[in-house]
């Protein structure tokens, strides 16, 4: 007698990456995002680390997946730079959880949508240090141009839809 | 547990942001202070994720550098041996310059020495690459390829022959990081150099270096340099930091100015670096030899303007022309830029240089007239024809 198995649609549009992809795509993001500001300093506009995250997090659809995933590159983010350790680290985390959240209910691979999430999503990051930064830290000092970050969004927003593209040949259909 | 389940991606966000927000609290304490440093654990951290992430760094920076360098340091060297002329004939002009302003220096000492002043000099630096950076503009950190292994510590200052670049924020045996001055946590003590203001240099979001603790003052004037002031115990005092770049009332700190400094130090394109490992209360001993040489230099070049018969005259100099300095003829050879001519005088007589006709031109038995005076020897400042007077003055400071 045959076995049925029934699946939602999420499960059903769930996407898995090798563990090479999982390990070795957001280690190269972290790379060039501390590698390219070198060559010149415009690209530090760029956030690749957050691109990566919302690309695994929109894609596997799963909220403790895109949560561990956005928490790991931002603190390794953190370690990085002159932050204290946790400011990126809460600040990807919830933008993973949302994103997976979302990736759950609507149609993420329309590149019109898309689009508009990374962009909202950049901008939701710039809010979201923001806050820590004034509110959780304390830290008085703290300013943040605002002008820049819808910059920094825009950008962002064309830079991650061909990476989107290369990367979603790296994904496997469950 | 139903609760548990239904939950679980919300439970599980809110841990993980709680656990976050605690390793936050145990980082910064109140009172803020941005600059302090990291505890252990997070050192360790921050030292595991560099481990991880630095020999990447290392491969493509040499990279990097090969494909950079590569033509400008094995092909392309034409113009080497006219530039090795060019940076000789440099370096006597700088030593001569050094030489008119050793006598300065050593009345500075002297001064310090009579107030107790305990002056620091750069004793040890290590030299180091840039192999990388934070990778964001909220963020100015720049990691270097030496660490403890080559006797780095926390708060060292790194600099450029330009110019301050930053301080060293953490060391790892291998690596080490640092805060560059246009990074929001840091600061610097600085003097305006020609008003002698002293002041706090901090970083701005906008990746800026600016001084935000002053109140305005109309002395202080766009290009003033502005140096370290030595104050906060990390720079030395009298390194160049940059340039008042633009003055203007701070909007969000009244009544104070924001003063924005363009650093002397290119920071986005630091290449290599040197970090001071070491200070000393004396002048480092090459730097004494130099300063000896120097002031020997100086007192012969003295010596040599009063007394012009010790030397040949070139007749462009003795005609009152401006002297030109000769390129050298041999390669290697030091050229003599400053050329020693005579003192003009006031009063020509018949032994004054170019008053006697030549001997063609005489008729023995008639009487010598003496001839015009060089030109522009009326002209010399009174006090030119004194040598004894002026002389006496470097002696009595050697």
Do not use: C
């Given at each position: 007698?045959?076995?049925?198995?029934?699946m939602?649609?999420?499960?059903?549009?769930?996407q898995?990456?090798?563990?090479?992809?999982?390990?070795?795509?957001?280690?190269?993001?972290?790379?060039l995002q501390?590698l390219?500001?070198?060559?010149?300093?415009?690209?530090?506009i760029?956030?690749?680390?957050?691109?990566?995250?919302?690309?695994?997090?929109?894609?596997?659809?799963?909220?403790?997946?895109?949560t561990l995933?956005?928490?790991?590159?931002?603190?390794?983010?953190?370690?990085?730079?002159?932050?204290?350790?946790?400011?990126?680290?809460?600040?990807?985390?919830?933008?993973?959880?949302t994103?997976?959240s979302?990736?759950?209910r609507?149609?993420?691979?329309?590149t019109?949508?898309?689009?508009?999430?990374?962009?909202?999503?950049t901008?939701?990051?710039?809010?979201?240090?923001?806050?820590i930064?004034?509110?959780?830290?304390?830290?008085?000092?703290?300013?943040?141009?605002?002008?820049?970050?819808l910059?920094?969004?825009?950008?962002?927003?064309?830079?991650a839809?061909?990476?989107?593209?290369?990367?979603n040949?790296?994904?496997?259909?469950? | 547990?139903d609760?548990l389940?239904?939950?679980?991606?919300?439970?599980f966000?809110?841990a993980?942001?709680?656990?976050?927000?605690?390793?936050?609290?145990?980082?910064?304490r109140?009172?803020?202070?941005?600059?302090r440093?990291?505890?252990?654990?997070?050192?360790?951290?921050?030292?595991?994720?560099?481990?991880?992430?630095?020999?990447?760094e290392?491969?493509?920076?040499?990279?990097g550098?090969?494909?950079?360098?590569?033509?400008?340091?094995y092909?392309?060297?034409?113009?080497?041996?006219?530039?090795?002329?060019?940076?000789?004939?440099?370096?006597?002009?700088?030593?001569?310059q050094?030489?008119?302003i050793s006598?300065?220096a050593?009345?500075g000492?002297?001064?310090?020495a009579?107030l107790?002043?305990?002056?620091?000099?750069v004793?040890?630096?290590?030299?180091?690459?840039v192999?990388?950076s934070?990778?964001?503009d909220?963020?100015?950190?720049?990691?270097?390829d030496k660490?403890?292994?080559s006797?780095?510590?926390?708060?060292?200052?790194?600099?450029?022959?330009?110019g301050?670049?930053?301080?060293?924020?953490?060391?790892?045996?291998?690596?080490?990081?640092?805060?560059?001055?246009?990074?929001?946590t840091?600061?610097?003590?600085?003097?305006?150099?020609?008003?002698?203001?002293?002041a706090?240099l901090?970083?701005?979001a906008?990746?800026?270096a600016?001084?935000?603790?002053?109140?305005?003052?109309?002395?202080?004037?766009?290009?003033?340099?502005?140096?370290?002031?030595?104050?906060?115990q990390?720079?030395p005092?009298?390194l160049?930091?940059g340039?008042?770049e633009?003055?203007?009332?701070?909007p969000?700190r009244q009544?104070?100015?924001?003063?924005?400094?363009?650093?002397?130090?290119?920071?986005?394109?630091?290449?290599?670096?040197?970090?001071?490992?070491?200070?000393q209360?004396?002048?480092?001993?090459?730097?004494?030899?130099?300063?000896?040489?120097?002031?020997s230099?100086?007192?012969?070049?003295?010596?040599?303007?009063r007394?012009?018969?010790?030397h040949d005259?070139?007749?462009?100099?003795a005609?009152?022309?401006?002297?030109?300095?000769?390129?050298?003829?041999?390669?290697?050879a030091?050229p003599?830029?400053?050329?020693?001519?005579?003192?003009?005088v006031?009063?020509?007589?018949?032994?004054?240089?170019g008053?006697?006709p030549?001997?063609?031109?005489?008729?023995?038995?008639?009487?010598?007239?003496?001839?015009?005076?060089?030109?522009?020897?009326?002209?010399?400042?009174?006090?030119?024809?004194?040598p004894?007077?002026?002389s006496?003055?470097?002696?009595?400071?050697?």
């Amino acid at each position: 007698m045959a076995t049925r198995s029934y699946m939602s649609r999420r499960e059903v549009e769930q996407q898995n990456f090798s563990l090479p992809v999982a390990l070795f795509v957001p280690l190269a993001a972290l790379l060039l995002q501390m590698l390219l500001p070198r060559l010149s300093p415009r690209f530090a506009i760029l956030d690749l680390p957050l691109i990566i995250t919302l690309f695994f997090a929109i894609s596997r659809r799963a909220p403790i997946a895109g949560t561990l995933t956005g928490a790991t590159i931002g603190l390794l983010q953190d370690a990085l730079s002159s932050t204290p350790i946790g400011v990126n680290g809460m600040a990807k985390s919830l933008i993973g959880y949302t994103a997976a959240s979302l990736g759950s209910r609507i149609d993420v691979d329309n590149t019109a949508t898309r689009t508009l999430l990374t962009f909202g999503f950049t901008l939701l990051q710039s809010v979201l240090i923001y806050l820590i930064e004034r509110r959780l830290l304390g830290l008085s000092d703290f300013h943040m141009l605002w002008l820049h970050e819808l910059l920094r969004a825009v950008v962002n927003t064309v830079v991650a839809l061909p990476i989107y593209l290369s990367l979603n040949r790296t994904r496997k259909q469950l | 547990m139903d609760f548990l389940l239904r939950f679980r991606n919300a439970l599980f966000l809110i841990a993980i942001l709680l656990a976050q927000a605690l390793a936050l609290a145990v980082q910064v304490r109140k009172p803020v202070d941005a600059t302090r440093q990291d505890s252990g654990s997070v050192r360790l951290i921050r030292m595991w994720t560099t481990g991880v992430i630095a020999p990447f760094e290392r491969g493509a920076h040499a990279i990097g550098w090969g494909l950079r360098h590569g033509w400008s340091n094995y092909i392309d060297l034409r113009h080497v041996r006219q530039q090795n002329a060019d940076l000789q004939q440099q370096i006597t002009r700088m030593r001569m310059q050094e030489a008119a302003i050793s006598e300065d220096a050593l009345e500075g000492r002297r001064l310090q020495a009579l107030l107790a002043f305990k002056e620091k000099y750069v004793a040890s630096t290590v030299a180091a690459q840039v192999i990388g950076s934070s990778g964001s503009d909220l963020s100015h950190v720049l990691t270097i390829d030496k660490g403890s292994r080559s006797g780095i510590k926390v708060d060292q200052a790194v600099i450029t022959p330009d110019g301050i670049v930053g301080k060293v924020r953490d060391v790892f045996p291998d690596t080490a990081e640092v805060l560059e001055i246009n990074d929001q946590t840091s600061g610097a003590g600085v003097v305006l150099a020609n008003t002698r203001i002293r002041a706090i240099l901090r970083g701005t979001a906008a990746g800026r270096a600016q001084i935000g603790n002053l109140t305005a003052d109309s002395r202080i004037k766009v290009g003033e340099p502005v140096v370290t002031s030595g104050g906060d115990q990390v720079y030395p005092r009298g390194l160049a930091v940059g340039t008042v770049e633009s003055i203007a009332p701070d909007p969000d700190r009244q009544p104070y100015t924001a003063i924005v400094v363009h650093p002397a130090v290119d920071l986005n394109r630091v290449e290599e670096v040197l970090v001071i490992t070491g200070m000393q209360p004396d002048l480092p001993a090459d730097a004494q030899q130099d300063l000896a040489a120097a002031q020997s230099q100086h007192a012969a070049d003295m010596s040599a303007e009063r007394l012009p018969g010790l030397h040949d005259i070139d007749p462009q100099a003795a005609n009152g022309a401006n002297a030109t300095p000769k390129p050298p003829t041999v390669p290697g050879a030091v050229p003599v830029l400053a050329i020693p001519h005579p003192t003009p005088v006031l009063h020509t007589d018949r032994y004054t240089v170019g008053a006697t006709p030549p001997a063609s031109q005489l008729t023995p038995g008639a009487p010598v007239v003496p001839q015009a005076p060089p030109a522009g020897a009326e002209q010399q400042p009174l006090h030119r024809a004194n040598p004894m007077k002026d002389s006496a003055q470097p002696d009595a400071t050697q």
